[in-house]
Every structure is written in structure tokens, then in C-alpha cells.
């Protein structure tokens, strides 16, 4: 299979001699070039019988789709003894176009707002006796790509249908979700909106007063977009769509379908064209530049909690929540280690030898050659 390492070492060199890029993001091409590779060292199993196998370390960078499996499976198992008995809606925030060349040259702090405006109009929402008249919990995650690898920023918040009231009750939306799209996308707009003028002089970009205030007005007037998805129809279908989301990055392997003459051809749906499979093929040094922008801020939380979800309270709430709903108290199931996981997911025990059935052995980790 064609692989996203094979394109960064085919033409990675190439487009960092013509292309300046910030540290973090050729620390993130380096860990795809080297990812299960001498580079990164390796360890060595063997058995009696003869059979040896030598196992290349990962480079566990979240930009790098061979990194992603485990992380993504510990995160669900986490996740798991978290669910409530309710509905789960999906709702996607959406920044506008208009905003993209904005977003790109200040992204932790516009991504940060983005999380934070989606997140207070939620929360503000759900309070309001119209709508619910309780507190939400719910977790959001940030993407910044469409199918094509365009810039295309937005948030997927997953939040239960239901939240804690001021008397300490819970009380259930129903099946259908409680908050108008239209009225979500208009506070959601207006708290962006207020935010980002008040930021203006510590964003780059803003210096020219006309430019900056045709954007604003030209993005004022536009109906923002926000959608709200069916409800899921079981607990099991949240754990599914969270494992498909999370650790999601721009672009997986198998959509890579051929390299050739200096062009990377891949998969993509034309949601526009009723979500027709389509084929697009870029010069090797576009496809390049359109995967490096999403590379994260170092250190960047992609993925966050909020309400009785949060952190910092959710011991409490999210106890308090299972309560109410006559459940028993969580069971976090802890995976010790990589080994263990593998076996859970496969059914094999990578421990003994594939031959004979001993207990393999296994030398100390080779160091990483570079």
C-alpha cells in the first residue's frame, strides 16, 4: 500500500528547499519519514526454534497515520465507562471561508476561541429554560480539513441529551435536539465574532484598519453554519463514531491511491455533489502543502471536555449524573500495557512465537540510528 511516509520521502526534501516551515511541523515530517522504520530503533523477538522478528519503533506523532490505532482504542476504552443512557447528538460548528487566511496565521488563538465561542454557546443554550434549562456536558474535537485537504476549520461536539439542573436533577431533552441550528449559529456568530474584535491587535494580519473592517462586516453578514446530526442510536454507535473522529488526522493511507510523475492521486467524497467518491490528483509539492496545514500547535488539546464533563468537575457531576440515572458506579477498564492492547483488539498474544508456541524472547531495544 501507498503510504503518506512514501510522499515525504519521495518529495519532502524537495518542498522544504523551496518552502519555509516552523519547527514543529519538520519535526512532524520527520517522525512520518522515520515512523516503523531503523531509524526510530527497534527490538528484536526470537524463539528457540529459529523464528526471529524485528519490530521498528513508532514515532507516536499525532500527525502520523500509523500512530494513530492504540491512542485512539486507549482513548475509547476511557471514554466508554462515561456514557449515560440517553441520546447523543452530533453538532458541527463551522467557521466561514472568509475567516480561513485569518485563522491559518493565528491558529492556536483563533482555534482556541473557536473552541471556546461553540462551547459557551452550548452552554448558554442549554441553560436557558426555552431550550433545556440545565447544564450540558459534552466533548468537543477540532478538524481543519475537508476531503479535498483544504483548510476547512470546525468543531464536532458530541453532547448528551440531557443535562444537571440548579436542584441537582437531571432532566432529559427527548429524541429530537433541544436547540434550534439557526439559533446556535447565531450566538455562536455573534460570540466569535465579539471575541475576535477584541483580539484585533494581538492577531497578525490586522494592521490594515479597511481591510480588517470589510472582513468583519463582510463575515457579520453571512448566516454562519452549524448542523446538528441524527441522534445515535445506541452507546455503542457513540464509542464508533468517537474511535472514527478522535484521532482522525488529514488524511489516512487508504486513501492514497498511486505516486506517480511527480503527482499523488487520492480518494475523496464531493459532499457537495451528493457525497460521490471521487478521484483528485495534485503535483507531489500541493498535496504536501495542503497535509502540513494541519499540523497542530505543539502541545495543542485538539480534543476537549466541557459541563459536568469538565476535568476538573466530572469526578463529581458525572457521579452525580450516573446517580440520578440509577446507574452503578463507573468502572474504568485500564489497559497496562501496548502487549495487552494488541491481544484485546486481535485475539493474539504476541508474546509467543506464531511457529512454535513458546514464549518468545526479547532483547533489549535497539537505540534509534539517528
Not at 453538532?91 to 482556541?112: A, D, H, M, W, Y
Not at 484485546?344 to 506464531?354: E, I, N, R, S
Request: aromatic share 10%; net charge positive; charged share 25%.
Amino acid at each position: 500500500m501507498i503510504e503518506l511516509q512514501d510522499i515525504f520521502n519521495l518529495y519532502g526534501d524537495e518542498y522544504l528547499s523551496r518552502n519555509s516551515a516552523p519547527p514543529h511541523v519538520h519535526k512532524a515530517i520527520r517522525a512520518i519519514r522515520s515512523c516503523r522504520t531503523a531509524a526510530m530503533g527497534a527490538h528484536v523477538d526470537s524463539c528457540e526454534c529459529g523464528y526471529t522478528k524485528i519490530s521498528y519503533n513508532s514515532c507516536r506523532n499525532r500527525h502520523c497515520p500509523k500512530c494513530q490505532a492504540l491512542s485512539k482504542e486507549r482513548w475509547v476504552m476511557a471514554r466508554e465507562a462515561e456514557l449515560l443512557p440517553v441520546p447523543y447528538f452530533h453538532v458541527v460548528f463551522t467557521l466561514p471561508q472568509e475567516l480561513k487566511g485569518l485563522v491559518i496565521g493565528n491558529r492556536e488563538k483563533l482555534f482556541s476561541l473557536l473552541f471556546k465561542a461553540s462551547a459557551d454557546t452550548l452552554k448558554a443554550l442549554g441553560k436557558d429554560p426555552k431550550y433545556l434549562g440545565a447544564d450540558l456536558g459534552f466533548t468537543s474535537i477540532l478538524h481543519t480539513w475537508g476531503q479535498n485537504l483544504m483548510f476547512h476549520p470546525h468543531v464536532h461536539i458530541i453532547v448528551p441529551g440531557g443535562g444537571l439542573t440548579e436542584t441537582r436533577k437531571w432532566k432529559e431533552c427527548g429524541k429530537k435536539f433541544f436547540i434550534p441550528v439557526k439559533v446556535m449559529a447565531r450566538l455562536f456568530r455573534g460570540k466569535f465574532m465579539s471575541a475576535l474584535q477584541e483580539m484585533r491587535h494581538e492577531l497578525d494580519g490586522t494592521e490594515d484598519y479597511h481591510v480588517w473592517q470589510k472582513l468583519i462586516n463582510t463575515v457579520y453578514d453571512k448566516d454562519w453554519y452549524v448542523y446538528c446530526k441524527r441522534p445515535f442510536k445506541t452507546s455503542n454507535s457513540v464509542l464508533q463514531y468517537l474511535g472514527r473522529y478522535t484521532h482522525r488526522i488529514a488524511i489516512s493511507n487508504n486513501r492514497i491511491l498511486d505516486i506517480r510523475d511527480n503527482k499523488v492521486s487520492f480518494k475523496w467524497r464531493d459532499y457537495k455533489d451528493g457525497n460521490k467518491e471521487k478521484v483528485m490528483t495534485l503535483t507531489a509539492n500541493e498535496f504536501i502543502r495542503r497535509f502540513l496545514l494541519h499540523v497542530l500547535p505543539p502541545k495543542f488539546t485538539k480534543i476537549r471536555h466541557y459541563g459536568f464533563l469538565a476535568s476538573i468537575v466530572k469526578a463529581k457531576k458525572l457521579g452525580l449524573c450516573r446517580e440520578l440515572l440509577n446507574l452503578p458506579p463507573q468502572i474504568v477498564k485500564v489497559v497496562v500495557s501496548t502487549i495487552e492492547l494488541i491481544e484485546m483488539l486481535t485475539g493474539v498474544d504476541v508474546t509467543f512465537c506464531p511457529i512454535c508456541g513458546l514464549l518468545l524472547n526479547r532483547d533489549p531495544p535497539h537505540q534509534a540510528t539517528a
